[in-house]
């Protein structure tokens, strides 16, 4: 199951708690339906529930508290049989067993309901599995289990991998049990089990992260990774499992990457690493620099508003340490060489959604400062089109997640015609970054809200950078050219403030056009891409059709759309760049209001020649053209997230979508 919340727990404290704090720092993950799993001894009690977590939760509770089973489905009990083995508890070891998993979901096979939900048991009951990614071979697999007298109890295809591990370990357990990798400070169980899923991840194909447990294995967690996110938490006496460290980190900072076809086996105090064959390795090691507090609301209604009045330290964190004392740029942490970097004849921007909308951006920067043909192609068409790549190409890969299939896919073809691959993320540890060949991280910090904002900021600032680094290393900027750049980008941090102190006028408008059908958004040049960026925020928070345009294009069909009272976004260039461009958006403004538009200006402080054609008209600091998307995207950010708010949606887990889309 894509884009899904995952958490294991093995430690000496009660694991229920802990895992569903972590499923709590998931939930934006996937939010469909939500489960746990907790082994107590020899016991194995698994709760589910479709719906936000807040259902799980309840379930839960009641459970805990003695309450009659829940809806079939809901609550299964295991000790070898379908009873709870060990005291009659109604609970039974949920509150004290030490180990757990737990899942929150985002429908892809099966719709969101109790049965579909995870954690997915084995017909003993024996086994519990949660699962992220898709199983592509997953029917032929449920043939042959059905055809083994296996009665499956969902639609998914994770349940298959219950089923198929309980079969390994019955296989290893008649077998000669020591067939199974004896490994110093696991129990021979927990060797068994680990033994068992990666039997089971090698009959596997697609993409998937699977953690299991074992009523024979209390103690033990085994999880196992192909192209989906899981990261080791390294607690003290306890050790963790998620697909993101926001799950785990109010207990530890120090963390450890794992590779493609891993399995991981963790228990109070051990953690080891096996490639899919058994040959034991080591994931990386690091310490994740924010801490759990960074992943609260602050205060905040919404984790969205919080990202957004982040964006000032966002950008100036993204610039820090990398500028030399004479103004240059200092890339040394991407690993690509100068001369690399001057045989790069072509340039490839692959991503999706707001982050595609960053790499438009990024072209009109990198081209203008290096000469160099940059193409910008939404990562799901670009190996699809078979493009022309070779070893003089460089491939920037732009993702906040680093997880997003369509772009991990785009990248891998990259890397298959020998072009160089040069990750622009915001999660380390990631996927993305670890299949490139190197990586410009941003630091904006954890973005929980779905709607990406302070992700978009800092990727234009990372690309800017980029851009800069190629120019300056090429020697087709002089260093005093690049030192006014920096000069320029050192000073957007004070900028971004500034237009956030102004907003209160942009929330306002943003109750009124509340009711409004549809709202249009026009730009030219760098303003083009912050037009399609802020209809792309409306759709996805107000759930209200918006389209972008590029203001020349109004003529050729999209101006019939106007009539009274239309509400246009026209997102103007300074007047100080090329002049050009900000008289043709003053007639684009004039045609669309001399139709019933009402106009919504985004401006320059001092630009006049706008007033006579604005209905609204939202100021922001005089800034270099290329760099002006720091500042003209953010009202936009705030109106569309108004709008959502009037409208009474969940700004921060907008319907039908999911903060990291792991599915192609
Ligand atoms: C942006 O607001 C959306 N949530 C979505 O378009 C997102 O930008 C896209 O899915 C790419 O995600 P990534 O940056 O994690 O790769």
């Keep these: 199951m894509p884009m899904c919340g995952i958490v294991g727990y093995a430690g000496t404290r009660p694991a229920l708690g802990i895992v569903l704090d972590g499923l709590r720092r998931l939930e934006y993950r996937g939010y469909d339906s939500a489960g746990v799993a907790i082994v107590d001894g020899a016991e194995l009690v698994a709760c589910k529930r479709a719906g936000k977590l807040t259902n799980l939760e309840k379930a839960v509770a009641d459970l805990a508290a003695g309450g009659a089973d829940l809806a079939a489905g809901a609550v299964d009990r295991a000790g070898g ?77 994770s349940e298959c991998a219950a089923h198929l591990l309980a079969a390994e370990l019955a296989a290893l357990e008649e077998g000669a049990p020591d067939q199974a990798i004896a490994v110093s400070g696991v129990p021979s169980s927990g060797a068994a089990l680990a033994e068992a899923m990666r039997r089971v991840c090698r009959r596997l194909a697609g993409a998937f992260t699977l953690l299991a447990v074992d009523t024979a294995a209390p103690g033990v967690v085994v999880g196992a990774r192909r ?164 070893r ?50 941003t630091h904006a910090g954890p973005e929980i809200a779905v709607a990406s904002t302070k992700a978009f900021l800092t990727q234009l600032v990372a690309c800017y950078l980029v851009g800069l680094h190629l120019a300056q290393v090429r020697g087709v900027k002089f260093a005093d050219e690049v030192a006014a750049v920096v000069a320029q980008l050192e000073a957007m941090p004070g900028k971004v403030a500034a237009v956030l102190e102004t907003m209160e006028p942009v929330r306002a408008l943003g109750r009124e056009l509340a009711a409004a059908r549809s709202v249009l958004f026009v730009g030219r040049h760098v303003g083009y891409p912050v037009a399609l960026e802020g209809a792309l925020k409306l759709k996805e928070l107000a759930y209200m059709h918006a389209e972008g345009f590029a203001a020349g294009e109004l003529k050729h069909g999209p101006i019939a759309l106007i009539e009274e009272g239309t509400p246009v976004v026209c997102v103007v260039p300074s007047p100080a760049g090329r002049g050009v461009l900000h008289d043709k958006l003053g007639s684009n403004l004039q045609e669309v209001r001399a139709r019933g538009a009402r106009t919504i200006v985004i401006a320059e402080e001092g630009d006049d020649a706008v007033v006579p054609y604005a209905d609204h008209l939202v100021r922001v600091p005089a800034t270099p053209t290329l760099l002006a998307p720091l500042l003209t995207a953010v009202p936009l950010q705030v109106l569309a997230c108004e709008i959502a708010v009037a409208r009474g949606h969940d700004v921060d887990q907008p319907r039908n979508l999911a903060k990291s889309v792991t599915v192609e």
């Design 392 to 441: 003089s190409t460089l491939v920037v890969a732009i993702s906040q997640s680093g997880e997003t299939m369509d772009t991990l896919m785009a990248l891998r073809h990259a890397r298959e015609q020998k072009a160089r691959v040069l990750a622009i993320c915001n999660t380390n540890g990631s996927t993305i970054p670890r299949e490139s060949d190197a990586v410009l991280y």
């Design 81 to 157: 049989g379908d009873r709870a083995g060990g005291g009659d508890r109604a609970g039974g070891g949920l509150a004290t067993g030490t180990t757990g998993i737990g899942h929150t979901r985002w429908a892809t096979h099966g719709g969101p309901t109790d049965r579909n939900a995870h954690p997915h048991r084995s017909a003993d009951g024996r086994v519990a599995v949660i699962h992220n990614g898709i199983i592509e071979n997953f029917a032929a697999l449920q043939a042959e289990l059905e055809a083994a007298g296996v009665e499956l109890a969902s639609e998914t295809d």
């Design 227 to 390: 192209d989906s996110p899981l990261v080791v938490g390294r607690g003290e006496g306890e050790n963790y499992l998620a697909s993101d460290v926001a799950a785990f980190i109010a207990h530890t900072r120090e963390a450890v990457e794992l590779g493609q076809d891993q399995v991981v086996t963790i228990t109070a105090d051990r953690i080891q690493v096996t490639d899919f064959a058994g040959n034991p390795t080591t994931g990386r090691e690091y310490h994740v620099d924010w801490d759990a507090s960074a992943a609260e609301k602050g205060g905040y209604d919404y984790f969205m508003l919080k990202e957004i009045a982040e964006q000032p330290r966002a950008v100036a964190d993204t610039l820090r340490g990398r500028f030399t004392e004479a103004g240059g740029i200092a890339l040394d942490e991407v690993r690509l060489t100068g001369q690399d970097l001057r045989n790069v004849d072509k340039i490839f921007i692959v991503a999706c959604g707001t982050a595609y909308h960053s790499g438009l951006v990024a072209k009109y920067a990198i081209e203008h400062w290096t000469r160099i043909p940059c193409e910008v192609e939404l990562a799901s068409e670009f190996r699809y089109r078979d493009p022309v790549l070779d």
